[in-house]
């Protein structure tokens, strides 16, 4: 099912939790929204999900407008982020729960709601434990039969909210292979909120990363890695520094000196740059400060620059230096990014 | 070091090294403590029942008064404690659920049962509910004082904090993600709240209709006042005793006692049987 969402506008108590946000959802699509808290991903989550409704906007599953269907009208399943299980009820009775408290019309016959919840526990497989209480499970398998439960009623969209934030690292890590394989098979058109963005990255098709209530950009990983769109993004994903600089006559200048970088358009912003998007040079323009630090990360090495401003508190950014040139605590660094952005103010 | 591994093997497996000492200063303390509360004067009680011998013990057991009032007290009794559950249920759902003008006033009223002499609440009722009285002379020519109904009556003014004071912290501790999850689901609110909330509630209900119930058994103040205390009709055990004692037949009061309270036993158990059985199933409530 594709999901449409139109304009939307969200207020709590007239503080806007989400702002003119509109985002399409293709049929099928893994997607994860992205961003810190308080941007707004859990707010826009629950509007799809008809468990708050928009201030202003419309949301369209498909052709169907369905920004003031009720909850139980939309037809989606919830993951939530403490799983909510019922815990008077057994593995078997929660996942069975959506077909049991369908009207007489609807509901399968009681034969058929075993089967399924069978083939459920298969598919997350958690066969054997269909008399359990949700009491008696670890995190990751209670994650599951929340899932299973919620796949139950045949959603339009599957929607989980933070699935993986209670867990711990290893079981975070084997549940994410995992969702991405159980998406795969299944092609449920699936959104995930998540603060965490080595999770979003690897995960999903497609990654909305927000801010403030605004979606900054929406893209693949490589997309919102390489092609950051906006300062925020730039910062938020992986690791970057940045320095105020001015733009005359193509060539950039940082502290009216030549850097040895040329852009098209003349204007004064940030410049971003990555760690590993740095060369060490000995070339009169360049960027140079003094390392204060220097720490090893992975196969890597970081160093920390500070670079002075005229007795102001000195600008900090971070280089990436290779793992066996000596670079000296207290001696000087030349070097040039040699992929950047800058970002005008 | 060794020495004094080897000295806490070889003593007793209580007294096992604890961040939290005095274990058998605290137990010494709560036993003497219950002793001089509840045991010594129920040992009394069945000492001084005991002095009657079986045969006389049974002549008041089998006695038609006797009767008559163990089942007008138990009866209420059970009665308004089961209309407590259902009302003091509502009335927790409403002060946890919404927020309005007047929500701490009404909290604070329900503890009003606990502080209100009992006398004084059932001379208000009975006034009230008499056939001349402001409530009870619409319910004319239906009499609900000096008659059981005013003794439910009564029953349920005293034990209603006991249901809404058990149930309202654990509702409070619902999470509302649960409700919500059941929506996603396609559960209406209906059957929310009776498959999914209310399950969850039972042991802290049961406990409140325990609770609500004993203390309606034993209740004397309020109900002597709108009862009417007809023998055989509106009579309630705990006013046999009173008459029995200024009769000076201390052992027939004693008996009457002794069967109280073993019913009431008996009852309580049950109903803390239950309550583990419901509680096992899915660890604590």
């Known amino acids: 099912m594709e999901v449409r969402i139109n304009n939307i506008r969200k207020e709590f108590d007239r503080f806007a939790a989400l702002n003119e946000v509109s985002l399409d959802i293709a049929s099928g699509e893994l997607i994860a929204l992205l961003g810190p808290s308080g941007s707004g991903k859990t707010t826009l989550l629950r509007l799809i999900a008809g468990l708050d409704f928009p201030t202003d906007g419309q949301i369209f599953f498909g052709e169907e407008d369905a920004s003031h269907s009720s909850v139980q009208e939309r037809n989606v399943g919830f993951v939530f982020q403490h799983y909510a299980l019922f815990r008077h009820m057994t593995v078997a009775e929660n996942i069975g729960f959506g077909l049991k408290v369908r009207p007489s019309a609807t509901r399968p016959p009681k034969a058929e709601i075993r089967k399924k919840v069978s083939d459920l526990l298969d598919m997350v497989q958690l066969s054997g434990l269909e008399n359990r209480y949700p009491n008696q499970l670890s995190g990751g398998q209670r994650q599951r039969v929340a899932l299973a439960r919620a796949m139950a009623i045949e959603p339009r969209i599957l929607l989980l909210d933070e699935p993986f934030g209670a867990l711990d690292a290893k079981v975070r890590k084997e549940l994410r292979r995992w969702l991405r394989e159980f998406h795969d098979r299944t092609g449920h058109t699936t959104v995930f909120v998540t603060h965490d963005q080595e999770e979003a990255l690897e995960l999903a098709d497609r990654v909305v990363v927000m801010s403030q209530g605004k979606i900054e950009q929406v893209g693949s990983a490589d997309d919102v890695y390489d092609r950051p769109q906006s300062p925020f993004v730039f910062s938020f994903i992986g690791e970057s520094s940045h320095l105020p600089v001015e733009v005359k006559d193509g060539t950039v200048l940082f502290q009216g000196e030549p850097v040895g970088l040329s852009e098209s358009a003349d204007t004064a912003g940030d410049l971003f740059f990555r760690p590993e998007d740095v060369t060490l040079t000995d070339e009169a323009h360049a960027l140079s400060g003094k390392v204060t630090a220097s720490r090893r990360l992975a196969g890597t090495r970081i160093a920390e620059i500070d670079i002075a401003n005229n007795g102001h508190a000195p600008f900090h950014v971070e280089i990436e230096v290779p793992l066996h040139a000596p670079i000296e605590l207290g001696s000087e660094a030349r070097f040039r990014p040699t992929r950047w952005k800058i970002f005008s103010k | ?285």
């Open chain 2, 1 to 285: 070091m060794t020495a004094s591994a080897t000295a806490s093997k070889a003593g007793w497996r209580v007294k096992q090294p604890s961040i939290i000492p005095g274990f058998g200063l605290t137990l010494g303390f709560s036993l003497a403590y219950l002793s001089l509360i509840i045991l010594i004067p129920i040992a009394g009680l069945l000492w001084r029942t005991a002095e009657l011998g079986w045969s006389g013990f049974l002549a008041i057991l089998m006695d038609e008064r006797t009767i008559r009032a163990l089942y007008v007290s138990f009866g209420t009794a059970f009665a308004a404690a089961l209309i407590n559950v259902v009302f003091g249920t509502l009335l927790a759902w409403v002060l946890t659920r919404y927020r309005f003008p007047g929500r701490r006033l009404i909290d604070a009223m329900v503890d009003l049962p606990f502080a209100l002499p009992t006398a004084v609440a059932g001379i208000a009722f009975a006034s009230l509910y008499a056939p001349n009285g402001w409530v009870g002379s619409l319910f004319m020519p239906f009499r609900i004082a000096y008659t059981p109904y005013g003794i439910v009556i009564a029953l349920i003014f005293i034990g209603l904090p006991f249901v809404v004071r058990t149930v309202q912290p654990i509702m409070e501790e619902i999470d509302r993600e649960v409700e919500e999850a059941a929506a996603t689901l396609g559960a209406n609110r209906f059957q929310t709240i009776f498959q999914v909330l209310l399950p969850g509630l039972t042991p802290a209900i049961l406990t409140g209709f325990a609770l609500a119930f004993a203390r309606g058994v034993g209740e004397y103040g309020s109900v002597i006042f709108i009862a009417g205390n007809i023998p055989y009709v509106s009579e309630i055990a705990p006013l046999l005793i009173v008459i029995r004692l200024e009769e000076f037949n201390y052992a027939g009061a004693t008996a009457i006692a002794t069967i109280m309270l073993l019913i009431s036993f008996a009852m309580l158990l049950v109903i803390n049987l239950i309550q583990a059985w419901s509680r096992g199933r899915y660890g604590n409530a």
